[in-house]
């Protein structure tokens, strides 16, 4: 069931009509069935991969919770018994890491697998090819994050299996994500609420906000970029550059519009998401960048891959030996370059298997580990040309900066292989072309002038309020403040605009949201 169609529609309004109706005490179970509901619209036999997920990952979590009072009822000088209850709990955790992660390699990267080892093994292997679940990797990431909270002991496990796969399977989420957490999203779930007006208007706005990158913006925006990238061949220079460009805008809009509508549902059940998108538009430093974009990815990532490697045993040793031996920075920092650089290669494994995708996870790794290690020459230089670091111009020189390393990482996400990557940042450079612009060449892309105006006019409305937004203004706070006619104005004339630009325009089929089967 499609974010973008009318069906998914009035299955939400449906959905707040019984979940407001039931009692209270009733309006998880709701929640529950209708988030089921949804996940077998969209495949009923994938619903067998949930429930695994759901009940192994509820499982580990019963027994690590069992452990840790255990542990708790020993006396302190009883450490061999300690030692022996921890070494079960990181087994249980392990068993349900390469339990899940095992499910996601064979659905998601076995046929790869077996393309790449097929012909060096020179014997038959065997082959399933799988219809990809919905939202596979974003529920796996979020159920391994409990089990491993639960590990720590950062909170008891759910001892109610449906409540936890209410948790595993809100419906919102599925999708694209966000990421989230337990201790943040469990106890909203199963909170008993009345009707808010206001939630649902807020709610209303967020998704029109979200339908509007997508059905306006990144829809159109894709015209172009399956064009270019799909003949690439046949275009140099500044048309290549441009299906780059539009490719930007259309993940972004494809992404963060998708996590609006996302939240904005959420929102008209009272439940608020984790924010997943901080404006990266105005990051001043690849870091900053990613740090901004799918945050709950990064967090994830942060929490449960970088700050266990770089804190483990193996990498202490390294930083020892590397502090003796290595002068300067580059000899204290090496632990964590490691834990970065394998940080982004999965980030860039979870993209995909391709080669250029594990060259776009060491280009960031290369460049954010470079920055750290070069930060003070860059101070020092800053510093004798009299820039002040609060300059605005210093700042937008930052931005610009790291919006040009982000926009050529994209030639690698978006192109069919690495060579084809490397091919078209070749020709960008060494042929560009630049009369493209204005001799025709770029309205015969797909898109006529208006369809490109109408991108550029929408990427400006976009920035325009992320600059109030990057200053601290709220919107729709802002917003709300007015007369109750004023809030409901807007909220037509957005209406009216995704439905004149957006759906009703000819021929305008809704594309899938890029990242619903990650």
Same mark, same amino acid.
């Given at each position: ?239 290549? /550059? !441009?299906?780059? %460009?539009?490719?930007?805008? $259309? ?5 963060? =519009?998708?996590?609006?509508?996302? &939240? ?105 580990? /470079? !920055?750290?290690? %070069?930060?003070?020459?860059? $101070? ?5 040309? =009299?820039?002040?670091?609060?300059? &605005? ?126």
């Amino acid at each position: 069931m499609a974010f973008t169609s009318w069906a998914f529609l009035g299955f939400v309004l449906c959905s707040l009509l019984f979940y407001y109706i039931v009692p209270k005490r009733m309006q998880w179970v709701v929640l529950l069935l209708v988030s089921f509901g949804f996940y077998a619209a969209g495949g009923i036999k994938t619903i067998g991969y949930l429930l695994f997920t759901t009940l192994s990952t509820y499982s580990a979590g019963l027994v690590l919770g069992h452990l840790n009072e255990r542990r708790k009822q020993l006396p302190k000088e009883d450490r061999a018994a300690g030692e022996v209850i921890k070494r079960r709990k990181k087994q249980v955790v392990l068993l349900a890491v390469l339990a899940n992660f095992g499910l996601l390699y064979v659905l998601k990267y076995w046929s790869v697998t077996v393309d790449q080892l097929q012909p060096l093994l020179r014997m038959p292997l065997p082959r399933w090819d799988f219809v990809l679940p919905l939202g596979l990797s974003f529920y796996i990431f979020q159920s391994i994050g409990y089990v491993i909270d639960c590990y720590r002991g950062k909170y008891p496990p759910e001892r109610n299996v449906a409540k936890f796969a209410l948790f595993v399977s809100f419906f919102p989420q599925m999708v694209q994500g966000p990421i989230s957490r337990f201790h943040q999203l469990a106890p909203q779930l199963t909170a008993q609420r009345s009707f808010d007006a206001t939630a649902v208007q807020y709610g209303i706005q967020l998704m029109l906000w979200g339908y509007f990158k997508k059905m306006v913006i990144s829809d159109r925006a894709g015209v172009i970029v399956a064009t270019v990238f799909g003949e690439y061949t046949q275009y140099h220079g500044t048309l290549l /550059a !441009a299906g780059v %460009l539009f490719y930007c805008i $259309q993940l972004y809009c494809d992404f963060s =519009g998708g996590i609006d509508i996302t &939240r904005g549902v959420a929102q008209m059940f009272g439940i608020d998401l984790a924010e997943n998108f901080r404006r990266p538009l105005f990051a001043i430093s690849l870091a900053d960048y990613w740090r901004r974009w799918h945050i709950t990815l990064g967090q994830w990532m942060r929490d449960y891959v970088f700050y266990p490697l770089s804190l483990s045993k193996p990498l202490g040793r390294l930083g020892k030996w590397s502090r003796r031996h290595i002068k300067g920075k580059a000899g204290k920092v090496l632990p964590t370059s490691i834990a970065t650089f394998v940080v982004y290669f999965l980030i860039g494994i979870w993209h995909g298997t391709d080669a250029r995708y594990l060259v776009f996870g060491f280009y960031n790794g290369i460049l954010i580990t /470079a !920055a750290f290690l %070069l930060e003070g020459r860059f $101070q020092a230089v800053r510093q004798a040309l =009299g820039i002040p670091q609060e300059s &605005r111009w210093f700042r937008l020189f930052q931005i610009g900066r790291t919006t040009a390393l982000v926009f050529i990482g994209r030639y690698l996400t978006r192109a069919e292989s690495l060579s084809a990557a490397l091919w078209m940042m070749k020709m960008t450079v060494v042929d560009p072309e630049i009369a493209a612009l204005w001799d025709g060449r770029m309205l015969q892309l797909g898109l006529g002038a208006g369809d490109i105006l109408c991108v550029f006019a929408g990427a400006l409305v976009i920035l325009a309020a992320e600059c109030y937004q990057e200053r601290g203004v709220c919107i729709r706070e802002a917003l709300a403040r007015r007369h109750w006619l004023v809030q409901w104005a807007a909220i037509l004339l957005s209406l009216t605009v995704l439905l004149l630009f957006g759906i009703m325009r000819g021929d305008y089929i809704a594309s899938e949201f890029i990242y619903q089967q990650y």
